[in-house]
């Protein structure tokens, strides 16, 4: 199973960035999809998540200004996210609970690195 992020990069504060992840691999059955991030220093953390059938979670620093949704057909899962600020930059990871060949499981990607900054 590999999980891949696209879409990081650098924007102005207040600008807005889309990451999107696709797992693929022998995945029987998705639970959940979402985003952590880690800032230099700081401790990963939870930005969004989203299960199967919809439900959401979100940060309260981002509740309002971050959007995730799902492609359940292609194993995606996107983030909007609008209105960033400096401390927002971080590496951003996607992870999933998923079931392969081997079982049920969480599986994360490499990281994709958003950069707010003028």
């Known amino acids: 199973v590999q999980l891949v992020e696209s879409g990081g990069g650098l924007v102005q504060p207040g600008g807005s960035l889309r990451l999107s992840c696709a797992a693929s691999?022998?995945?029987?059955?998705?639970?959940?999809m979402g985003w952590y991030r880690q800032a230099p220093g700081n401790q990963r953390e939870l930005v969004a998540s989203?299960?199967?059938?919809?439900?959401?979670k979100y940060a309260d620093s981002v509740k309002g200004r971050f959007t995730i949704s799902t492609d359940n057909a292609k194993n995606t899962v996107h983030l909007q996210m609008s209105s960033l600020k400096f401390e927002e930059t971080a590496v951003y990871y996607c992870?999933?609970?998923?079931?392969?060949?081997?079982?049920?499981?969480?599986?994360w990607g490499q990281g994709i690195q958003v950069t707010v900054s003028s």
């Open positions: 992870h999933a609970n998923l079931q392969d060949s081997t079982g049920w499981g969480v599986h």
């Open positions: 691999g022998s995945i029987s059955n998705i639970n959940f």
């Open positions: 989203i299960t199967r059938s919809g439900v959401t």
